[in-house]
Structures are given as C-alpha cells and as structure tokens.
C-alpha cells in the first residue's frame, strides 16, 4: 500500500508545482488588458452590441482563479436610445482551481457586482430591449457543435454566495405608460449550488428602494430561505416568502411554478394588520375623513393568490375591514383591464362610520342636524362589479339583515343592484344609484318595502315614535346634491304606499271629535281615554314629489269609527305635513265608548267632519277643522232659510 501511495504523492506534488509555476508564468508574461478589444469585438459580433470595457481587467490563477473586471458599458437595442443597456463599476469572480482540473467540479467564492445600472424598457410597439440578447443567445446555441456528454459534462457547481451592491435596476414601459426603479438596490445569496440540472440556492435577500407607485420611493425587502430551479424542466420552487412593501408585511407560501412563458404563480398569502388610510395616503390617493376615524386604519388579508396576465384573483379570501369580516373571492386587475370583481359575504357592517363626518358649527346652528356627506372620492376610486350578501348593515339610523345585492362602481356611477333585505321585520327589494360623475352627485331610488313594521321605521327614519303598525309601498325618487338633505330638497319622483292595523299615538281622533262638538253646543267635554290614541285598519296615498315635498289627492283612512278621505301634503325637506280630509263616522262604529248617547251618535253619523292634520312629522296635531265645520254649518242654516222662504212663496 505504501509502494502505492508514495508515487502517487510524489505526482501530485509535482503536479501541484507545475501549476505554481504555469501560475507565476502567466501573472508575470500575460496582461488579459491586452484582449480588452478582443472581447468588445465578440460581444458586437455576436449581439450587434457596443461593449465598452473602461476599468482595468485583471486575472489571477492560485488557488484560485480570479477574474476582475473594472468599468463596463453594454450599449441599448436600436431605437431605445444612447443611454447604456446595462454598466457596472466592478465585477469580481473566483473558481477554485484544483478541483475544477481534477473533478470538473466547479467551486466559486463569493461573486460579486458593484454599481449595476440596468434599464429595460418597451417601446409603443410593444418591442423590449432585451429580447435581441435571448435571439442571439439562442442563434449562438443552436450554431455550437453538439459535444458528447462524456465531454461536456461537468461536477458540481458551487458558489459561495453571489452580491449585487450599490445598484439600481429602472423599468419603462411606453406602451403601458408605467415607469419603475429599483434604487438603492442590494441583493445577497447564501451558497448556490448545481447538480442534475438543478440550481440550489441556500437563500437570498433584496432590499431596496421602490419609485414609481408612490410619489415618494417606498422601500422594498424580499426573502427566503431557499430556491430550486430545475432548469430542464424550466420551473422554480421556493420556501415561504416574506415581502415588505408599501408599508405592508406580506407573507406567501408559493407553489412550484414554470418560468417558461408568462409567469403564473400560486401561493397562500397572509398580510398582517395594516392601516388602509396609511395605504392610500403613500399611494397618493386622498382618503376620504370618515365618521369614525379608525374605520379605515385596520385591515388583514388571508388567502390563495392566483397570478394570471390579466389579474390576481384572491380565492377562499378572508378580508377584516375594521371590525368587518368578508370571505369569498375577489380580482384585482394588472395590466389594461381596471375593473374589481367579487363574491363575497361578511357578518356585519355599519356604514355610517365609513360616512363623511358631521361638520364642527357653534351658535344656533350646533343644534341643528349637519347633512351628511355623499362620499364621492370613494365611489370614484375604483371600479367593480360583484356580488355581497351581509348579515347585517346599518346605514342611516335603518338596521337592515340577511342583505344579498349587486354592487357596480363604474367611473363614479355606483349601483346597488339588486338588494333584497330583511327590514324591521319586512322585506325591502331595491335599486339604489348615486352618480358622481358629474360636478354634482345624483342619487335615484327605485324601491318596495313590504310588511315594515312602522314603530322602528318612523323612530329610525324621523326620530319619532307615535306611529305603529305595518307599511307596504313603492318609492321611485331621485335629487340632485352633495350631501342627504340637498338631495332631499331636490327630491322628484313618486310615492305609494298603505299603512296596515295600526295607530297613531298620543291623538285620539274620536275624542277630538266629541269635544269640538261641545265646544259648539257649549257643553263640558267628555273625559279622554287615555293613552290618548286613534287605531286604523288601512291608511293608503299616492302621488308625485316635487322638490321634496310629497303631494295627494286620494288618501283613504279606514277607522274602526269612521272612514276618511281627503288630500294635502309631506313636505320632507321642513319635516312639516298639512291635510285637509272629511270623515264620515260609520252607522255602527267600534270603541265608540259606553258613554256615547245614541242623539249624539246619530247627530255624527248623519255629519260629514271636517279633519285638519298640520304641523311637525314628529308631532302633528289632528283635530276637527272647526272653521270649516262652523262654516258648513252657516251655510247649511241659509240654506235652510232660503229652502224655508222659497216654500212660503210657493205656496202663495
């Protein structure tokens, strides 16, 4: 064994001077600045390109083999300009000797890049100043004598580790009118290593400076632990990424993914908690002042991203927006296409916190209701289309449940269409479009309530409660203004509807009644029932709206007493109603009371009543329209007289 080894010691010694001696020869005898020309010469040769070596090149042998290359230039495609397609200060790569002569295995140090500026772009046709280096590429590939596999193959490959310093990497696309830059940019790689056609990278890093989104350059960090690339089967695999932009945390666990064509990765992303107003702000993009001031500050995203050419669909999509959360899918839209689609459902959402604030006054004025607010910045700010169903929504001071609707943001035109909801106790189905297009916001409504329980609706719409019972109708209305109550005052449109078995509170109609007809005979009035209140099976009016006040010719009341009918109006913008109405008490009237004497009974039943309702919507006051009743009564006694008269004569 030992016969054995010693001669073999003694040839690697001797290889081992040999090569310190070829090494000392070639530092001493070869300057690789005097091939500075050659290689431009090949590279414009074989790219069509200027390559302009300005820095020194330097090559050193044991134990490594070191190459440096100082100052370079590499000229742009033809037609995108005189500005360099790429330049560096300084490049520097090292090969360990020995065990890429004995093994063909090949052993890198750290390599390293200084000052790299490289610019892609595209042109209006669409053209990239790249894609002449890949068709040279491939011509150069394609024109190289197929060697053996014997004689091409090689060990392993392993780097140290690779560097990219001090460097910035721009992007400017004609075409689609985006212009982008990497500045400040570093790049590290743990160790790289190749077998089988299989590029290992023990991690890497990017940190930089991201100009373009944002008026002011946001800075930019991805990482992971480490990255396969099967170059024969042309896709890529990596560990779970952390990315920083924007302001934004995001973590994604991507799927293996191809590199051939355009890229398609999937991953499961999560975005931890962050400030949606902060967002928009980096963005450039005004964020609208909201009631609530923390209703746009907390968002969290958990989900499957779907990248594609046109979009980045978000599926089995868990989205918190304050204290709501949403599930289902959404698409936002890269490229051309700007449009937002969805398919989502959430738990519970007041909308009222997301509504511009009330505006601070003093005086008089400070007890007065500050309209709110069309938010106009918002319905402007995308575009969409997509479906939500809602547990609960509270818009208005109006509580509505078990919400599906459609929703559609097209250039400031927002429509909700169609809604369907529980609304206290009732169904609401509407079509609700509020256009900001236009210098003023538009809003029309197109809606049916059915079987509405009255009470909540009245103390939820007027803040007033003495009103109950159930409420069918339709509501085709539409105004013009930047805020609820301009819009009301410019309120047209139509009304109809009927209010069901109920009663209006704190009047009781039947005793106004009795005590008007005291008043007139000068008789003490009777004692009121109390609580003081006048029930109705059926209350039903039509008619049109203009500029906010609602008028009709046809209301119909149906008391368990008497029957009504008259007209008047709703003035929604003052908060005022004023109607005239006649009633005729029935022959057998209900909750009339044990005190009613049949002369006073058969007095009313044979009286057409004249009623007035006036006064505040909170508050209005019903009561016999006395002036009209002695009026009626006036006239019905010269009437008499005169029929009296006209007797006499004729019977002469």
Do not use: C
Request: hydrophobic share 45%.
């Amino acid at each position: 064994m030992g016969r054995i080894l010693k001669p073999v010691l003694y040839f690697a010694a001797a290889a081992v001077g040999l090569l310190l001696i070829a090494g000392i020869s070639v530092m001493l005898l070869f300057d690789p600045n005097d091939y500075r020309e050659d290689i431009e010469q090949v590279v414009q040769k074989n790219t069509g390109r200027e390559l302009d070596i300005e820095g020194d090149l330097s090559v050193s042998i044991f134990p490594w083999l070191a190459i440096e290359i100082g100052r370079t230039r590499l000229g742009n495609a033809a037609g995108f300009g005189d500005e360099p397609f790429a330049s560096f200060e300084k490049a520097r790569l090292s090969v360990r000797l020995l065990p890429m002569l004995l093994r063909r295995d090949v052993e890198v140090a750290n390599a390293d890049l200084d000052t790299l500026q490289l610019n892609l772009a595209i042109d209006a046709k669409g053209r990239s100043n790249w894609q002449d280096l890949i068709d040279a590429s491939e011509a150069i590939a394609a024109a190289a004598p197929t060697e053996s596999a014997a004689t091409n193959e090689l060990g392993g490959l392993n780097i140290a580790g690779f560097a990219i310093r001090n460097s910035a990497l721009r992007y400017d696309d004609a075409a689609a009118g985006g212009n982008y830059e990497l500045s400040e940019l570093n790049l590290a790689t743990g160790s790289v290593s190749s077998n089988n056609g299989t590029i290992h990278v023990d991690g890497f890093e990017i940190e930089a400076l991201l100009g373009g989104v944002t008026a002011v350059p946001t800075t930019f960090n991805l990482e992971t632990t480490a990255l396969d690339i099967n170059t024969d089967a042309e896709s890529i695999a990596m560990d779970k990424i952390k990315l920083g932009l924007l302001g934004l945390d995001i973590t994604a666990a991507v799927e293996p993914f191809s590199y051939a064509g355009d890229i398609t990765p999937v991953a499961a992303i999560q975005v931890d908690a962050f400030s949606l107003r902060s967002l928009m702000q980096r963005m450039d993009i005004e964020a609208p002042e909201t009631t609530d001031p923390t209703a746009l500050g907390k968002v969290i995203i958990d989900a499957t991203a779907r990248v594609s050419t046109t979009a980045i669909a978000l599926i089995d999509l868990t989205l918190v927006l304050y204290e709501t959360t949403f599930t289902g899918e959404l698409s936002i839209p890269q490229g051309d296409n700007d449009l937002y689609s969805f398919k989502l459902k959430a738990d519970a959402i007041d909308l009222d916190r997301y509504m511009a604030p009330a505006t601070e006054v003093s005086g008089d004025a400070a007890a007065e209701e500050v309209p709110v607010e069309i938010p106009s910045d918002l319905i402007g700010l995308i575009n969409s289309r997509g479906s939500l169903t809602i547990g609960r929504v509270q818009l208005s001071g109006m509580q509505f449940e078990n919400i599906t609707l459609g929703l559609t943001t097209n250039n400031g035109d927002l429509r909700l269409h169609p809604i369907t909801a529980t609304l206290f106790e009732g169904k609401y189905n509407g079509d609700v479009r509020i256009n900001t297009s236009g210098t003023t916001p538009v809003m029309s409504v197109n809606e049916r309530v059915e079987g509405v329980q009255l009470a909540a609706l009245a103390k939820a719409m007027f803040e007033q409660d003495n009103i109950t019972g159930t409420i069918n109708g339709t509501f085709q209305l539409s105004g013009r203004g930047k805020d609820l109550a301009a819009i009301q005052s410019d309120l047209d449109g139509t009304i109809d509807f009927e209010l069901l078995d109920g009663a209006w509170e704190g009047t009781d109609v039947w005793y106004e009644l009795r005590r008007a007809r005291a008043v007139l005979r000068q008789e003490a009035p009777p004692d009121p029932t109390l609580p003081a209140r006048t029930r109705f099976s059926e209350v039903s009016a039509s008619g049109p709206v203009t500029d906010g006040v609602f008028s009709n010719n046809d209301l119909l009341a149906e008391l368990p007493f008497m029957r009504v009918t008259g007209n008047g109006s709703v003035n929604f913008v003052a908060a005022t109603v004023d109607y005239r109405m006649s009633a005729s008490v029935l022959d057998k009237p209900e909750l009339v009371g044990a005190d009613v004497s049949a002369a006073e009974l058969k007095e009313f039943t044979r009286t057409v009543i004249p009623l007035r309702i006036s006064g505040s919507l909170d508050a209005p006051k019903i009561a016999p329209d006395l002036d009209k009743l002695l009026k009626d009564q006036v006239k019905k006694q010269v009437e008499d007289k005169l029929k009296d008269k006209l007797g006499e004569l004729l019977s002469r």
